[in-house]
């Protein structure tokens, strides 16, 4: 079956740091990848996409580009700021029998101190 | 444009209750996915409902059932509770079954003792 695989965190960056959060997934087919951010108390929220291979998703300073080659889709930042503090959750999702189910990793925790 | 709402946003039950979880759907959308999200973890898919029908199901046992109104509001019921069942339940409406963005409610957190 599905599933994504992601580094373990805490990720402790500070300010201004160069931020990448390892993601790799295993699936049938050509699915959809997707970056989530939860900031402490919300539910998730859709930060960026991709939906075929070499596409890039971007938002908010940070990038993915999906990689078919190598099943990554790896997020990256040039210079974090301690508002981007949150849990990033990297997840994939087709359209299966009618409907579509994503299938989410186990996130990582990103702390930036100022 | 009003977004994904839940309630309540904490609740507290003891073994072998159940416990009814409401939704509302994000103006416009007609869909609603149900996630666990346990402590450390990344959320797991429930079921989904479309025009009031279940519309595919994860891996949860018959005891997890849900409902969809005309307005597109859902509920999440929850009967005899385990202390697994303890965690976040997420709420996403999508406008459409097969739309690969969903918008998420800010969550319930369901403690069972």
């Known amino acids: 079956g599905d599933s994504v695989t992601q580094m373990e965190g805490p990720v402790t960056l500070s300010e201004e740091a160069f931020l990448t959060i390892n993601c790799t997934y295993t699936?049938?087919?050509?699915?959809?990848l997707f970056w989530y951010v939860q900031y402490p108390g919300e539910g998730l929220q859709l930060l960026l996409k991709a939906t075929k291979a070499d596409d890039k998703g971007s938002n908010k300073g940070f990038e993915a580009t999906y990689r078919k080659e190598t099943t990554s889709f790896h997020l990256e930042k040039g210079s974090v700021q301690v508002s981007d503090s949150a849990v990033y959750f990297c997840a994939l999702g087709h359209a299966s029998g009618g409907s579509y189910i994503p299938t989410f990793g186990r996130g990582t925790s990103l702390i930036v101190h100022p | 444009e009003t977004g994904v709402t839940q309630s309540p946003t904490h609740l507290i039950k003891t073994r072998g209750q159940q416990v009814t979880l409401r939704c509302s759907s994000q103006?416009?959308?007609?869909?609603v996915s149900w996630y666990q999200q346990a402590l450390g973890q990344g959320p797991q898919f429930i079921f989904q409902?479309?025009?009031?029908?279940?519309?595919g199901r994860g891996n949860f046992p018959p005891r997890f059932s849900g409902l969809q109104f005309p307005n597109y509001s859902s509920e999440l019921n929850v009967n005899a509770l385990e202390l697994d069942d303890s965690a976040l339940y997420l709420c996403?409406?999508?406008?459409?079954?097969?739309?690969?963005?969903?918008?998420f409610g800010p969550g319930t957190r369901l403690t069972v003792l």
């Open positions: 996403a409406s999508s406008s459409g079954v097969a739309t690969n963005e969903q918008f």
């Open positions: 103006s416009g959308h007609n869909t």
């Open positions: 699936a049938t087919g050509y699915p959809s």
């Open positions: 409902y479309y025009r009031e029908e279940e519309n």
